[in-house]
Structures are given as structure tokens and as C-alpha cells.
């Protein structure tokens, strides 16, 4: 399916991520970048990583919007697996799109993966299916 609505969601917000799917969007994404403060963006991974490993019945597809620059890889790295269904990848530059299927395959969910990763300027921080 082809999400036509997303809703973002802070990472740090549990109990908001829990309740997302039930909100009538057709994706939720789980922010881990603009909408966490610094403070809690460790706190924020492990939440997010909670939530995608317990699936539900909804049928909403799970995204994460990645921090961007350094912080993104780990990121990345901390949520890929099977609950995941999307990444959202702010202000990234081609090559960090192009290291996606490298960490899926790395994890065992290589054959989710669509594509080479590629993504020109006009692409960026739009959401992509991993």
C-alpha cells in the first residue's frame, strides 16, 4: 500500500507512538531528529526501537525519521529490523541514502530493501520505503 497520509510523531513520546497507528494516518513516523531534544535522543532511540518491535494489527506503516549527519548511521542501526517499513532521511546527502542497503542486509531484512538507495537534492527529506 501506498501511504497517502503520515503522521509525525516525537520519539521521546511513548504513550503517543503507542496510540499513533489508532489516528487514522496510513503511516506513522517516529521523529528522532528535529522533534527530540538533545537531551533525550538517546532515550528517544530505545523508545522508538520498543514501539517497532511490537507490531500490531492496524496495518499503519512504521516509519523513523533518522537524526542527520554522524548520529544518523547509529540511528539506523538502533531501529532496522523487521517492525520497520520506512526511514525518513533529513537534509542527506546521496551517499548517506546509498548506505540504507548495506544496514538492512546487515540485519538480516536485505530483501526489504528497495533499490540502490538513490536520491538527488530534489528527494531529499522525503519519506522513502526501506
Known amino acids: 500500500m501506498i501511504a497517502r497520509s503520515y503522521l509525525y510523531v516525537p520519539g521521546d513520546s511513548g504513550d503517543r507512538l503507542e ?5 487514522g494516518a496510513d503511516a506513522v513516523i517516529a521523529d528522532l531528529e528535529d522533534a527530540v531534544a538533545p537531551a533525550r535522543k538517546s532515550a528517544a ?31 539506523l542501526r538502533a531501529v532496522y529490523g523487521p517492525g520497520l517499513d520506512g526511514v525518513v532521511i533529513p537534509k542527506a546527502a546521496p551517499d548517506e ?24 537534492a530534489a528527494d531529499r527529506d522525503r519519506p522513502r520505503s526501506a
Open 19 to 23: 496510540r499513533a497507528p489508532a489516528r
Open 45 to 75: 532511540v530505545e523508545a522508538v526501537a520498543g514501539w517497532l518491535a511490537h507490531r500490531d494489527d492496524s496495518g499503519v506503516q512504521r516509519w523513523v525519521r533518522v537524526n542527520a549527519g554522524e548520529r544518523g548511521p547509529d540511528d
Open 97 to 120: 541514502v546509498r548506505q540504507i542497503p548495506r544496514y538492512a542486509e546487515r540485519t538480516g531484512a536485505g530483501a526489504r530493501c528497495n533499490g540502490p538507495g538513490r536520491a538527488d
